[in-house]
Nanobody, 117 residues
Framework: QVQLVESGGGLVQPGGSLRLSCAASGSIFSVNTMGWYRQAPGKQRELVAR???????NYADSVKGRFTISRDNAKNTLYLQMNSLKPEDTAVYYCNAVVMGRPRYGWGQGTQVTVSS
């Protein structure tokens, strides 16, 4: 059974930092490129960062230089370090396996990130 459990969100002021975590089933984590998506109110869900099994990364232009994706294959855990946060980063953040740029599995509950003064 596929399980994706996101955590680490919260309320932060502009310029602040947060670190998100995603605990994934070992069966999906070990064989897949993993990614972080986000969905802001009234907008479509978008892929903001992804990382291959070997550690190669790719970022959306909107977060490049501010966000860092990483993974711990031994712990089946995905991370997203978010620095220099902006109000436009406010969204629910989700993790998923990524295949050809698309999510492979159903969604977890996500974790809310709110950037506001």
């Amino acid at each position: 059974q596929v399980q994706l459990v996101e955590s680490g969100g919260g309320l932060v002021q502009p310029g602040g930092s947060l670190r998100l975590s995603c605990a994934a089933s070992g069966s999906i984590f070990s064989v897949n490129t993993m990614g972080w998506y986000r969905q802001a109110p009234g907008k479509q869900r978008e892929l903001v960062a992804r990382i291959t099994r070997s550690g190669s990364t790719n970022y959306a232009d909107s977060v490049k230089g501010r966000f860092t994706i990483s993974r711990d294959n031994a712990k089946n855990t995905l991370y997203l370090q978010m620095n220099s946060l902006k109000p436009e980063d406010t969204a629910v953040y989700y993790c998923n396996a990524v295949v050809m740029g698309r999510p492979r599995y159903g969604w977890g509950q996500g974790t809310q990130v709110t950037v506001s003064s």
